[in-house]
């Protein structure tokens, strides 16, 4: 079974402080599409080195959606890209797909 993001760590971090949860929420969904944008036009222009930048900062944003499973892939790709194989971009890709269609349902 395929990993679903949550929001089950935002919560414990706002422990009922519904301004900060929203606050957090809002910087998700700002921040998130960014990096995904730098990513993909790193990949598409060949650049592994600034792509495996790119997977660093993503990365932590799937632990912080419950992706723990999509993290240590996160981990690997990022370590594979120094090394200049792409081999886990699909992967990759489909899990950025799958954030970006749940923070669209998310309200801050």
């Given at each position: 079974?395929?990993?679903?993001?949550?929001?089950?760590?935002?919560?414990?971090?706002?422990?009922?402080?519904?301004?900060?949860?929203?606050?957090?929420?809002?910087?998700?969904?700002?921040?998130?599409?960014?990096?995904?944008?730098e990513y993909l036009d790193n990949v598409e222009n060949k650049?592994?080195?600034?792509?495996?930048?790119?997977?660093?900062?993503?990365?932590?944003?799937?632990?912080?959606?419950?992706?723990?499973?999509?993290y240590r892939l996160a981990v690997r790709y990022e370590e594979?890209?120094?090394?200049?194989?792409?081999?886990?971009?699909?992967?990759?890709?489909?899990?950025?797909?799958?954030?970006?269609?749940?923070?669209?349902?998310?309200?801050?």
């Amino acid at each position: 079974m395929q990993e679903r993001p949550n929001l089950d760590y935002v919560e414990e971090l706002a422990n009922g402080d519904e301004a900060f949860k929203a606050k957090f929420i809002a910087i998700i969904k700002e921040e998130f599409p960014l990096e995904v944008a730098e990513y993909l036009d790193n990949v598409e222009n060949k650049r592994p080195r600034a792509t495996s930048e790119n997977v660093h900062k993503l990365k932590h944003k799937f632990n912080i959606l419950g992706l723990h499973e999509g993290y240590r892939l996160a981990v690997r790709y990022e370590e594979d890209l120094r090394l200049g194989d792409t081999t886990l971009e699909g992967d990759f890709k489909a899990i950025l797909e799958t954030i970006s269609d749940y923070i669209k349902t998310i309200r801050p």
